[in-house]
């Protein structure tokens, strides 16, 4: 069941582990009621439901800053038009253009992508077990599927040591927290490889869909470093005329190098 499982299984980190806890809750700590009005919203990642007890998460992300994850029980959506219906709960939270990234990878979500590219709403497939071309920040190591590059990238935005700090803004969720903290990585002769999703739900007894869907979040869809100097002269024109600026989202392309 989905609220069972070992919520706790990461309080210290492990061998290898692939995102530090205290860069975690570091974000957490971060973390601010709202983001800065000026920042739309970018991105939705969508962990969906695969019935049973397991709901379907929705992640928010405003550039760095995350809204709290909002959890669809699996039983509010009806098994006959669930794709549908889930893309209705997805567009009933999406504002500014923002880019909805949903996971391909149980099946599940083939209808909501469907739906929501049906009535042309800008949305992103994941999947995890695809290959990819890209590499580490530093240009040093490949990864051997979309799933490892992506939370790499996301360990990567939250490393406190890049050059600003990082912008990544949490709220506080001991589920996120567990969730992010347990995968491992491993090297091996094709590149970085993050422990498989399956083998992290093994070993904690649950699914991980709360940190899945942070980190799909962020995998696609515009950051202040590609879109901030747009969105502070929307603001600044906003100030001008004296009305609330519109947003103008980018055409950028997902799944790259973030920062």
Known sequence: AYAEGRFDANLKDQALQAIPTDWI?????????????????????????????????LAIRHDGWYAPNIRIPAKEIPSTRAGKHAAGIIVSYRRNGAVVVVDMGGGYGGGIYEALHDNEIKAVGYKGAEGT????????IKFTNIRTQAYWRFREALDPAQPGGSPIMLPFDPLVIADLA???????????????????????????????????AWSAGPTYLTDGAQWATNAEMGRSLGRRPQTIMSGRQPLTGRR
């Open 25 to 57: 809750r570091a974000a957490m700590d971060r973390w601010q009621e709202k983001p800065q009005p000026h920042v739309p919203m970018c991105g939705i990642g969508v962990d969906a439901s695969g019935g049973g007890t397991d709901p379907m998460v």
């Open 133 to 140: 071309t890209q590499r580490t920040k530093d240009g040093q």
């Open 182 to 216: 347990a995968p491992t990585f491993r090297l091996t002769p094709s590149g970085l490889a993050l422990e498989s999703k399956e083998k992290v739900c093994e070993r904690l007894g649950r699914s991980t869909d709360d940190g899945d869907a942070i980190v799909m």
